[in-house]
T-cell receptor, first 116, second 115 residues
Framework: EAQVTQNPRYLITVTGKKLTVTCSQN?????MSWYRQDPGLGLRQIYY???????DKGDVPEGYKVSRKEKRNFPLILESPSPNQTSLYFC???????????????FGPGTRLTVT | AQSVTQLDSHVSVSEGTPVLLRCNYS??????LFWYVQHPNKGLQLLLK??????LVKGINGFEAEFKKSETSFHLTKPSAHMSDAAEYFC?????????????FGTGTRLLVSP
């Protein structure tokens, strides 16, 4: 079954304690992305990756890091989490978008993070 | 830059009555537009997408949307609501930046369906 998986699904942590949220897709997609969802704000892009070793900032990258060492995996790293990073996080993947061509993004189930 | 506005944060309907979720967009190009649905504690699922092939787009679960360039709208409709339609719906426009796709999300419309 084609899917995007994220782990953990729920996480409660304390300020400053480094954490990683994993994301993996089995569709051989080159494009992957991380979003955060906050009430009344919709989804905002944190980082995206066009291919292995190619990553770039989205709209709200501050306080986050990513890496793309393999095509299937795109972990999100919070080096020093703060309470304003409490949110619902989604990983997504798609075929490589191109000029004038847009593809459906497939979303993971989400990770609900609480930072106290 | 492109943007999308969902005109209602909440819409309430009775089961069996029509559904209308409104979306307006701004775009400098010929946009790609999507509607995604998010059920409670679930990820986002694509309902339908417009990519300039036809202005009336049919999606899953009986939903459809009509692209109206003159009104810059992409409203989502369904003739008869079902209890299982209760969810949050996101209108999304695809922004092309230097040849790369960037999705711009609306703030969402929560659909409530009463018996």
């Amino acid at each position: 079954e084609a899917q995007v998986t994220q782990n953990p699904r729920y996480l409660i942590t304390v300020t400053g304690k480094k954490l990683t949220v994993t994301c993996s897709q089995n569709m051989n997609h080159e494009y992957m992305s991380w979003y955060r969802q906050d009430p009344g704000l919709g989804l905002r892009q944190i980082y995206y990756s066009m291919n292995v070793e190619v990553t770039d900032k989205g709209d709200v990258p501050e306080g986050y890091k990513v890496s793309r060492k393999e095509k299937r995996n795109f972990p999100l790293i919070l080096e020093s989490p703060s309470p304003n990073q409490t949110s619902l996080y989604f990983c997504a993947s798609s075929q490589t978008p191109g000029q004038g061509v847009s593809y459906e993004q497939y979303f993971g189930p989400g990770t609900r993070l609480t930072v106290t | 830059a492109q943007s999308v506005t969902q005109l209602d944060s909440h819409v309430s309907v009775s089961e069996g009555t029509p559904v209308l979720l409104r979306c307006n967009y701004s775009s400098s190009y010929s946009p790609s537009l999507f509607w995604y649905v998010q059920h409670p504690n679930k990820g986002l699922q694509l309902l339908l997408k417009y990519t300039s092939a036809a202005t009336l787009v049919k999606g899953i679960n009986g939903f459809e949307a009509e692209f109206k360039k003159s009104e810059t709208s992409f409203h989502l409709t369904k003739p008869s609501a079902h209890m299982s339609d209760a969810a949050e719906y996101f209108c999304v426009v695809s922004d092309q930046i230097a040849g790369f796709q960037k999705l711009v999300f609306g703030t969402g419309t929560r659909l409530l369906v009463s018996p």
